[in-house]
T-cell receptor, first 115, second 111 residues
């Protein structure tokens, strides 16, 4: 099992540019999560999908952020336009169905720096 | 008040020491509990699930106290390789589920 795959690993961009982060969940997992981690705020849930449908996007900071899951094996998180305060590590995670028998599995993360 | 609270530490302990972390949660609808471990500049990884009766995995013991709404993790005979941040995770079911991570407790094990 390849695990959750994220790309790119690192992204450096200038303020105002569009950024797209990508995620491939573990095959067969019905839930996909996007998290953001910073020193100040820790791990924050941005949005999660169940069977490709967004269920809770209350953690998405503002309209500059959008996420899609066009099929069971791919999701994107887009920031447009990006700002320096968006600099963070963005993790994607997947799960069969969150619970004791199916914890979240995380990808390696994308380290985003916006200058 | 945060939904999941942990002492941020850091805990600095010598090799071989026993160290314990606590985590409190505020949502009484919380149903599932975990400890994750996160190394510097890496992703969080599951350390162990926490069962109501308590459970042990080698040197690690997890306990759950539903009445007081706290979870604990005990590490015995600590190793240098145990140095990491330990995240408490709670899943609450309230018309849909919510996965909440604590801010983490940093542990440094020294030779």
């Amino acid at each position: 099992d390849a695990g959750v795959i994220q790309s790119p690993r690192h992204e450096v961009t200038e303020m105002g540019q569009e950024v797209t982060l990508r995620c491939k969940p573990i095959s067969g997992h019905d839930y996909l999560f996007w998290y953001r981690q910073t020193m100040m705020r820790g791990l924050e849930l941005l949005i999660y999908f169940n069977n490709n449908v967004p269920i809770d996007d209350s953690g998405m900071p503002e309209d500059r952020f959008s996420a899609k899951m066009p099929n069971a094996s791919f999701s994107t998180l887009k920031i447009q336009p990006s700002e320096p305060r968006d600099s963070a590590v963005y993790f994607c995670a997947s799960s069969l169905a969150p619970g004791l028998n199916s914890p979240l599995h995380f990808g390696n993360g994308t380290r985003l720096t916006v200058t | 008040r945060k939904e999941v609270e942990q002492d941020p530490g850091p805990f600095n302990v010598p090799e071989g020491a026993t160290v314990a972390f606590n985590c409190t949660y505020s949502n009484s609808a919380s149903q599932s509990f975990f400890w994750y471990r996160q190394d510097c500049r890496k992703e969080p990884k599951l350390l162990m699930s926490v069962y109501s009766s308590g459970n042990e995995d080698g040197r690690f013991t997890a306990q759950l106290n539903r009445a007081s709404q706290y979870i604990s993790l005990l590490i015995r005979d600590s190793k240098l390789s145990d140095s990491a941040t330990y995240l408490c995770v709670v899943i609450a079911y309230t018309g849909g589920f919510k996965t909440i991570f604590g801010a983490g407790t940093r542990l440094f094990v020294k030779a």
